[in-house]
């Protein structure tokens, strides 16, 4: 009688039960969301004097680098359109540890901006560049700092970096 090959003898071996637990598959920790928006892709190209003259994606790597050290991971957005900055917020509600967000001049008038902050449960820090309170009268109101866990204003572009070590403190 013919024996029966070797892999038919490997299929019909029992699996030896592992000492070790089945590995499970490791957490991978969401992102903070650092958004951008209206004209903020034009830093470091005009008002030096207002913004400084880091560009944005200078911005992003160093609030990149930040993160790192701080052991978070960041997804960095710009946007000139509302629809688009409150499409990355919503997505943030569930792929998104906290929101980091310069919503620039919607800042001061966007409803549809805070009624989209309002719906997380993360942490929401809103960073200005500049003193908006040294500045003209109608910057110095924000529709969406009463939604927000947090605000940084004046600082320049550090209160990026300062925002995400306080999304860090919340976590
Ligand atoms: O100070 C900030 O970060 C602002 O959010 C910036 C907004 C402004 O409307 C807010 O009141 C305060 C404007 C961003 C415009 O950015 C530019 C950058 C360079 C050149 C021109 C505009």
Redesign the pocket.
């Known amino acids: 009688m013919a024996r029966p090959s070797s892999k038919a003898v490997a299929s019909k071996a029992k699996a030896k039960p592992s000492a070790k637990a089945p590995a499970k598959a490791k957490a991978v920790a969401k992102p903070v969301y650092v958004l951008n928006g209206?004209?903020?892709n034009?830093?470091g190209?005009?008002?030096p004097h207002i913004?400084g003259s880091t560009t944005l994606a200078a911005i992003e790597k160093q609030v990149a680098a930040r993160a790192k050290s701080l052991g978070l991971a960041v997804i960095c957005h710009q946007s000139n359109h509302e629809g688009e900055l409150i499409d990355w917020i919503q997505e943030a509600r569930t792929m998104g540890s906290g929101v980091v967000i310069?919503?620039?001049?919607y800042?001061?008038t966007s409803i549809a901006i805070h009624d989209a902050l309002a719906t997380l449960d993360i942490p929401v820090v809103e960073?200005?560049?500049?003193n908006?309170y040294k500045?003209e009268a109608f910057?110095h109101h924000s529709m969406i700092s009463p939604v927000a866990t947090g605000v940084i204003c004046g600082l320049g572009v550090v209160g990026y970096d300062l925002a995400l070590e306080a999304i860090k403190s919340k976590l």
């Open positions: 209206p004209n903020l034009l830093l190209s005009r008002e913004y310069n919503a620039g001049a800042s001061h960073v200005h560049i500049s908006v500045r910057r």
